[in-house]
């Protein structure tokens, strides 16, 4: 078994002094004050592996032109069988810089120039190739508000307007539905139903969530008529514009997660007018249960855990910023076995060279899942 020490442990939900950590294999199976017998690899403040929810690394890659970028297919607006993980490639140079940041896992996004644009998936930034990156499917792309009304020179089905976008999901959930009533009442099997559509009752079933693009309260309110009125179990990304408690008491009431951000970059479409840094106090002070993403390239990967810095302001604590990398994705998304450093979980965290919370501060060792991924 290795270990290694930690002045600091940031587990992720809390803090200790003196804490060893041991792994073996890809798991880690000893967290205590204990000395080990055993070698001790390094010493210094650790905390887990960040876990970025939204982003387009490996789509949208490092030293590429953006004609060859991958985020957006143009053939139709609502793509429910699109995968983001089939366009990826991990020699993008962006993962290795997200690597020597702590940033070990990715969720990978199709972009929202389409209504749906198919299915996000978790990856390790540390994975040699797209087979051993893979981890799973976290939920399919919608996307409301301006992007997929600005694509009207795409092909397919282009809506030019809010009120165009929402009728089209309401018709597509609306058929998924009629189809779905047909098959539990034994009148249509469901070798009668065409792959999209079955896709799209799994979505109304609750059996697939929907990361869902949006800014706008406006937009946030109408996919809350959704979830009441189809029953799907979105999580909301972005909500940059949020800017009143309203639409945040609504999510809480139900239970609707927020991964936030990308915090740090340009406001450069009206959608965003009311964004600003001083809405994360409303943010930290909902209930709603959030994260934070870096939507790279739109603040690169790299980045991310510099945008802590605003809740810092407004009194969130160091333990609570960790968290906001760590346990807090983990939960929203489903990832029982990372977010926290304890035993049984995967031996995916960092030890820093100096404090992670000043300038110089930076990880010396990576450890992903096990094995050695960065070493200064």
Not at 261 to 272: A, F, R
Not at 307 to 330: D, K, Q, V, W
Not at 355 to 369: A, M, N, Q, S
Request: charged residues 25%; negative net charge; hydrophobic residues 35%.
């Amino acid at each position: 078994m290795k270990f290694v020490k930690s002045t600091i442990l940031y587990d992720g939900r809390a803090s200790r002094k003196d804490t060893y950590i041991g792994f073996e294999g890809n798991t880690i199976k000893y967290v205590g004050n204990k000395k080990p017998e055993g070698d001790i690899i390094a010493e210094g403040i650790v905390t887990p592996a960040f876990i970025d929810p939204h982003s387009h690394i490996g789509l949208e890659r490092s030293g590429e032109p953006g004609r060859e970028g991958e985020a957006n297919e143009q053939m139709d607006s609502v793509l429910p069988l699109g995968r983001a993980v089939d366009g990826v490639y991990m020699d993008d140079t962006a993962f290795m810089e997200s690597i020597e940041n702590n940033v070990l896992y990715s969720v990978v996004l199709p972009g929202s120039g389409n209504i749906l644009g198919g299915m996000g998936s978790l990856i390790r930034n540390f994975g040699k190739n797209i087979k051993e990156a893979y981890v799973k499917d976290i939920g399919v792309k919608m996307a409301l508000g301006y992007n997929p009304r600005s694509t009207v020179e795409w092909k397919g089905l282009r809506p030019s307007t809010r009120m165009g976008v929402a009728s089209i999901i309401r018709d597509k959930f609306t058929r998924a539905r009629k189809n779905l009533n047909l098959m539990e009442k034994g009148k249509k099997s469901s070798d009668e139903i065409d792959p999209d559509m079955e896709f799209l009752i799994s979505i109304i079933k609750g059996e697939k969530r929907i990361m869902c693009h949006v800014h706008k309260e406006d937009d946030a309110f109408f996919l809350m008529s959704l979830v009441d009125d189809f029953g799907i179990k979105p999580i909301v990304n972005h909500g940059m514009d949020f800017h009143s408690p309203e639409i945040l008491h609504d999510m809480k009431e139900r239970s609707i997660p927020l991964v936030f951000g990308p915090m740090d970059s340009l406001p450069y479409k009206v959608e965003l007018k009311h964004e600003s840094w001083r809405n994360v106090k409303m943010i930290r002070d909902s209930g709603v249960k959030f994260a934070l993403i870096s939507d790279h390239p739109v603040i690169l990967q790299r980045n991310l855990f510099l945008t802590t810095r605003h809740f810092m302001r407004f009194g969130a604590s160091r333990e609570e910023c960790i968290s906001y990398l760590t346990s807090r994705p983990a939960e929203i998304l489903g990832l029982n076995d990372l977010g926290t450093i304890e035993e049984g979980k995967l031996a995916s965290f960092s030890v820093w060279e100096g404090d992670p919370f000043t300038f110089e501060g930076h990880p010396k060792l990576v450890i992903g899942e096990g094995r050695t991924v960065y070493s200064e």
